[in-house]
């Protein structure tokens, strides 16, 4: 995020005749609710925030890797490339404050309230709304998680731990798509090497050019 305040050159020996003001973050700020200040610090205040992940998605498609292409097929380019500064208190302050209701978030930061229509995911996140969108994560007819995770193997014909699906066989670009998966798609704080069956689902949708409700997933997750 850019920094909005203007620069002015001082000349030597210029004293300010007005000090600045600078106003502390503070929970008060954060929420107006005074009844929930104690509730977000027992509960949130302290709360681990993921470190944020992005990529680039030439640097792989310039050395061959097919994966980029799916996910500029998907419109997610913009959101796996997004980098910049984040900002845990106010990251802890949205999530204290969501609701979800419908298949709509709303929250509120600092007395602005934010609902997560379409307007957001598409002007803010640039992601794509599918007229045949599939709300992939919720499951597939007929779909057998053994018989995707064994596709996406590079020795198919091996024989599999069936209680702990992990990547370590997986083909490169099979591999590449689940750890983005794991890591910015739906990011979780631990077992990024093992495969839950949300994570096949969306694999396999993938692979196959599903258009995949990425608004759903990410209210849903």
Not at 27 to 47: A, C, K
Not at 190 to 199: G, K, P, V
Request: proline share 3%; charged share 20%; with cysteine.
């Amino acid at each position: 995020m850019a920094d909005s305040r203007r620069t002015r050159r001082r000349t030597a020996g210029a004293s300010s005749s007005r000090s600045r003001n600078v106003r502390s973050a503070s929970i008060e700020g954060w929420i107006s609710d005074e009844e929930q200040h104690g509730d977000y610090v027992h509960f949130w205040q302290e709360r681990r925030i993921m470190a944020v992940k992005f990529i680039r998605l030439d640097f792989y498609r310039f050395y061959g890797f097919q994966f980029p292409n799916l996910f500029h097929a998907q419109g997610l380019t913009h959101l796996v490339e997004q980098k910049g500064c984040i900002y845990p208190d106010l990251i802890r302050v949205f999530y204290f404050n969501m609701h979800y209701c419908d298949g709509i978030i709303t929250t509120k930061v600092k007395g602005v309230p934010i609902i997560m229509d379409d307007d957001i995911w598409t002007n803010v996140a640039h992601l794509t709304l599918w007229d045949d969108a599939v709300k992939i994560h919720l499951g597939i007819l007929d779909f057998n998680c053994l018989l995707a995770f064994q596709s996406f193997l590079r020795h198919p014909e091996q024989q599999i731990n069936r209680r702990q699906l992990l990547v370590g066989g997986f083909k490169v670009e099979e591999r590449m798509i689940h750890y983005l998966i794991v890591w910015i798609l739906c990011p979780r704080a631990t077992n990024h090497a093992q495969c839950s069956e949300q994570d096949l689902l969306l694999l396999y949708g993938l692979l196959n050019q599903f258009h995949i409700d990425w608004p759903a997933l990410s209210s849903d997750t």
